[in-house]
């Protein structure tokens, strides 16, 4: 089936995107229906797009409404038996409207300033048919001067703004973003390589475009080339804003753009480049089996984010370092933060990495005061699993590009069907020996604790741990004005045995008003192994809690390069 999209913002001040939807049914079909994705590959959370759709309606040709009726949540259903018109017609034409004010890499946005895009949120396709050779046209206020975005450009007048792709799927996973934002580009691999950039900056002495570069030439250059025709960075800088969603040819990117002349921060910005443009390969390509052809109706559920994520999570910063962007002293210190994160953590206790995988849909992306305590994120924990792997296959004197490569070697001689876990472990059982790739199913299928400090020695680095001699609640704080509540509590930690909520008001310690500025000394002035009466407001009722602080548990203070020649062997591309 052959459909035309049009796309028109009228007044960008209301939020409201029009789709027009142009296409002819064949004669033996009696009704069509139409749907909107409940969720955008590459997030793996039910969204609920069509919460956001007014106005539906069918019509043919000369403006003769068809009758429809909504089948489900996000379905309407055109039934030419039930229709009523003065000639029998083939063609329909479909228009919703769509309200768009929700800011994220996987939502559509428009103000006055600008419009970001997101396919699944917006573009309904047709159920059970093939839909190729798509056209969408997109139409905008004067005032606004630029569209970006990888579909590819067929408009023949400068005026009009026309586009295409090859198939539904292509369709909906190129973002568009439109107004007047700063472009720029390079060229890789002689391909173009698209820059969009809106958002406020404070001046700083980074040059983004040609660390951007750097990044798409080193991972091009480890992957053997570019498996696309143009690719399409789209950033938003914006405050208190942090991810990213990778698409077939092109990625979406948010941060704080106040934060870019900070080493720390800069470095994770980059990190974050390196991370969606590395999806190209791994996901857009190389994908778990479950993971395509979509069902886009429903949860796609699959064990294997662990490869997805966990595999980008480790190479992105290692990218970062080995193309230079960083020293081996800061990609130390993130691994060793990255240590302190998952050690902290005691969900890992109860949730592997396959569960962890196929919980996404209802844990990683809808997290909540407990989160910490029942469960480990994919992309964490996979990362750190994949750092073992690299170590073991270091010792073989390979790597994680001889892994990765060998995973693109399987994709490019079978690129329609996605790939298995006995499919990777078979890949490791090859490189590293069936020993490794029994210890690294271990780490995906148990909870078992995984001996970080073993591994990281054969390179060449050292723990160092800390017992730091100070008094430990387990407890997060929130505040509002001056009052202290419990955002979250620790599993096992003295607030949690103490039976002290998340939720729960501090009024007082010990008599004593408990207000936001002692919040932040509260573990310096406590002392160990002491009573202390902790008087709480718990859903309007006041109570008294006795709670006893125990000493802050042994921490890693430091990831110590022991060996630098050594370390830096190891992290060589």
Known sequence: MKLKYRLEIKNPENHIVDITIWGERTQNEDSLTFFLPVWSPGSYLVREYSRHIRS??????????????????????IDWKKSEFKRESADFCIHYEVYCHEISVRTSFVSSQHAFLNGPSLFMGVQDKTMEDIELEIKFPALWSKVSTSLKDISTEREVFLY????????????????????????????????????????????????????????????????????????????????????????????????????????????????????????????????????????????????????????????????????????????????????????RKFHSLEASSFNAWIKLYRPDENSNNSSVSYYLKGGLVFSILHIELVQKKLGIKDFIMALWDRYLANPKVGVTTEEVLAIIKKLAGSETAEFFQHMLVTTDEIDFEKYYKKIGLKFIWEQPNTPYLGANFDHQGDRVFIQSVKLDSPAHKSGLNAGDEILAINGLRFLKKDSSDLEKVLLVNKPYQFLISRLGEIISQEVILTETPKRLKALEIADRKQVEAAFKI
């Not at 539906?56 to 259903?77: D, H």
């Not at 990190?271 to 999806?279: D, G, I």
């Open 164 to 347: 295409s792709a090859k198939n539904y799927d292509e369709f909906i996973d190129t973002p568009i973003e439109i107004g007047c934002h700063e472009t720029d580009g390079f060229m890789v691999d002689k391909k173009p390589h698209h820059l969009a950039f809106y958002g406020g900056v404070y001046p700083n002495s980074r040059n983004l475009k040609q660390d951007i570069q750097k990044v798409v030439e080193y991972i091009s250059k480890v992957m053997g080339g570019t498996p696309y025709e143009q690719y399409q960075f789209i950033t938003h800088f914006l405050p208190n804003q942090y991810g990213g969603l990778e698409h077939h040819n092109s990625c979406v990117l948010h941060y704080d753009g106040r934060r870019l002349e900070s080493r720390k921060e800069y470095l994770q910005w980059i990190s974050l480049v390196a991370h969606e443009y590395f999806h190209t390969w791994n996901i857009k390509r190389i994908r778990p089996k479950e993971l395509g052809p979509f069902d886009y109706n429903n949860e796609n559920y699959t064990s294997m984010l662990w490869l997805a994520e966990g595999l980008t999570n480790f190479v992105d910063d290692f990218f970062i370092y080995a193309s230079g962007l960083s020293t081996l002293e800061e990609y130390v210190e993130i691994v060793k933060d990255n240590l302190v994160r998952y050690l902290g953590t005691p969900g």
């Open 56 to 77: 539906f309606r069918a019509t043919n040709a000369v403006g003769e409404f068809y009758y429809f009726e909504q089948s489900s949540k996000n379905t309407w259903t």
